[in-house]
């Protein structure tokens, strides 16, 4: 996962590149911090995943200034069921993708099978992804705590997310400021 402001040494001088789970790096002091593509969500399966989730909310809220943003999206427990089988393809490729989902124990499964023609041959890749679910309700609870103020939203600007996808638009509350 990244944690700098951004990946390109010239549009942000003093960025810097990191590649690490954010639950295992440290979060230095900045003006935002930013998790897009459900990064959040993922956990090994046997992982604390509330816990490690709270934890860095903590150390978040301590890397960002009053008026820091946190932001960052997941993906809600609910409706519309999201197990199903999913396909696309090209001349020369192919992705299908299965979701299994398991509301009761908040998880969701991804099995990702590509097919990429090389030459005469076609190459097959899989990957099995493991996926938490959230409460909203749960979570801006946990992030007011924390001391952010939270706003949420099915989008990032013009660009919606998947069904169930929910963006969380955290700032850093002056420490005078009490709970929303």
Request: glycine share 8%.
């Amino acid at each position: 996962m990244l944690h700098a402001a951004s990946t390109a040494a010239w549009a942000v001088p003093g960025a810097r590149f990191v590649k690490a789970s954010i639950y295992d790096t440290e979060i230095p002091t900045c003006q935002a911090v930013v998790a897009l593509g459900e990064p959040l969500t993922y956990h090994a399966q046997h992982a604390e995943a509330d816990r490690r989730l709270q934890v860095f909310f903590q150390r978040a809220s301590v890397a960002l200034p009053p008026g820091g943003m946190l932001i960052f999206d997941v993906i809600e427990t609910g409706e519309p069921s999201l197990a199903g089988r999913f396909w696309s393809s090209g001349a020369d490729w192919a992705v299908l993708v299965r979701t299994d989902e398991d509301q009761a124990k908040r998880a969701l499964v991804r099995t990702i099978e590509t097919f990429r023609r090389i030459d005469a041959l076609y190459r097959l890749g899989r990957e099995v992804h493991h996926v938490r679910l959230f409460d909203a309700g749960e979570l801006s609870s946990r992030l007011t705590e924390c001391g952010f103020a939270v706003q949420t939203g099915p989008a990032y600007g013009a660009h919606s997310l998947a069904p169930r996808g929910l963006a969380f638009f955290c700032t850093r509350r002056c420490v005078s400021e009490g709970p929303n």
